[in-house]
């Protein structure tokens, strides 16, 4: 087998030498406080049921979906799932990716032109940053949720600019907090900007039915676009984006990474359809869900771990500062049978190092307590 280049090599090295090779982990039996199935619906038996009953009595014959939806792969089951999370959405289109990292290439690579401005948030996820660099718009980010220097930035290139974006998530995938949505939609109504908003770590969990931060907040009427992910609260995978029936047909013309590429199989698509259902009917496990972020939190407070970005989503990032503290204190915090991810730089930036720890409705008060206790005394040593 050819060796790998010599400068790949050394990059690797460089990892090795900055404690940030990525490698990939074994299954893990520890107790979860890693994974994004907030509501645990990955291992419900009754969507896996239900898809697969739907799929038969529909005849279904096929695996896959054999080839691009323009060509062979638009399998009729998308049509009904996409009406049915648009107006789940109250939305009046829904375009479904193969995922939210699809979604986000696709989107922010063909939506922003040229003479166009995109201002997005320092802390966005990377499948949007990946998009921009496709893009012949010009990119400006801002201080995380800081609507004052947004203000000034809109305030500085507004007058050169065709067309305004402005992207945020509406929990931020590593740290949990939230931009203030109504703030930030009023600011850009004001001055005609587009608003994009992902979506992807608050579908299932705010809103009565689990429509998401925006829908909770009712603000979808004034938002360009809406990114919402399946991988995450609803347990399965894939993501759509949420806009106008003329946004719909563009991406259908122009996202690339949504015409190029095979189309989700049946199987998905069905387990898409009931983990929706499942979400807006079970409200008993949203609630479980939101006592045990309510305890983790009563948990910080009680034992003064003040080390915690604030946060009221699934998502709680305790700061360490430094590759080699936070590896260690996850390692220490593994031994002891939790499943708590140390995110390094260069993920995060410098001196930002953390550990997230995910909540999912099935996390036990006496889990959470004990995961809190052994880090309180992992950090004192
Ligand atoms: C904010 C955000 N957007 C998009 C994505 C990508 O979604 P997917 O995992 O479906 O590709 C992620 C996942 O990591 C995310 O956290």
């Given at each position: 087998m050819q060796q790998l280049p010599k400068s790949l090599i050394e990059k690797l090295e460089q990892r090795t030498q900055n404690d940030a090779l990525r490698q990939l982990p074994e299954q893990s039996t520890l107790i979860d406080f890693a994974s994004n199935d907030y509501l645990g619906l990955s291992k419900n038996n009754t969507i896996f049921d239900a898809a697969h009953q739907y799929l038969i009595n529909q005849g279904n014959q096929t695996n896959g979906a054999t080839g691009s939806r323009l060509i062979s792969g638009n399998h009729n089951l998308y049509q009904e799932v996409e009406n049915y999370i648009a107006t789940f959405h109250d939305?009046?289109?829904?375009?479904?990716?193969?995922?939210?990292?699809?979604?986000n290439v696709g989107f922010f690579s063909a939506v922003p032109q040229k003479g166009d401005i995109v201002l997005y948030d320092e802390f966005i996820h990377a499948?949007?940053?990946?998009?921009?660099?496709?893009?012949?718009?010009?990119?400006?980010?801002?201080?995380h949720n800081d609507l004052g220097a947004l203000k000034k930035l809109i305030e500085r290139h507004k007058s050169n600019a065709t067309e305004v974006y402005i992207v945020t998530?509406?929990?931020?995938?590593?740290?949990?907090?939230?931009?203030?949505?109504?703030?930030?939609?009023?600011?850009?109504?004001?001055?005609?900007?587009?608003?994009?908003?992902?979506?992807?770590?608050?579908?299932?969990?705010?809103?009565?039915?689990?429509?998401?931060?925006?829908?909770?907040?009712?603000?979808?009427?004034?938002?360009?676009?809406?990114?919402?992910?399946?991988?995450?609260?609803?347990?399965?995978?894939?993501?759509?984006?949420?806009?106008?029936?003329?946004?719909?047909?563009?991406?259908?013309?122009?996202?690339?990474?949504?015409i190029?590429?095979?189309?989700?199989?049946?199987?998905?698509?069905?387990?898409?359809?009931?983990?929706?259902?499942?979400?807006?009917?079970?409200?008993?496990?949203?609630?479980?869900?939101?006592?045990?972020?309510?305890?983790?939190l009563s948990e910080t407070k009680r034992l003064k771990l003040t080390t915690f970005i604030e946060s009221d989503s699934t998502i709680h990032c305790a700061i360490l500062s430094g590759n080699e503290k936070v590896k260690n204190i996850a390692l220490q915090l593994q031994n002891k049978g939790y499943n708590v991810k140390a995110i390094l730089s260069p993920t995060v930036p410098k001196g930002q190092e953390r550990l997230r720890f995910c909540l999912h409705s099935y996390n036990t008060p006496l889990e959470i307590s004990g995961v809190l206790n052994t880090l309180k005394k992992a950090i004192s040593l």
């Open positions: 939305s009046k289109g829904a375009l479904i990716f193969n995922s939210g990292y699809d979604a499948s949007i940053r990946d998009g921009l660099r496709m893009s012949n718009a010009k990119p400006y980010k801002f201080p998530e509406s929990v931020f995938s590593m740290d949990g907090d939230s931009p203030d949505l109504i703030a930030l939609t009023k600011l850009a109504t004001s001055y005609n900007c587009n608003l994009v908003v992902d979506e992807a770590h608050a579908l299932g969990i705010f809103g009565k039915e689990g429509e998401g931060l925006v829908q909770h907040l009712g603000l979808q009427n004034e938002i360009f676009a809406r990114i919402v992910t399946f991988g995450k609260g609803l347990g399965c995978h894939g993501a759509a984006i949420l806009g106008s029936p003329q946004l719909k047909e563009y991406l259908v013309n122009f996202a690339r990474s949504f190029y590429t095979t189309g989700l199989p049946p199987h998905a698509l069905a387990t898409i359809y009931f983990a929706y259902r499942q979400v807006q009917t079970d409200k008993e496990n949203r609630k479980k869900l939101n006592d045990t972020i309510t305890f983790f």
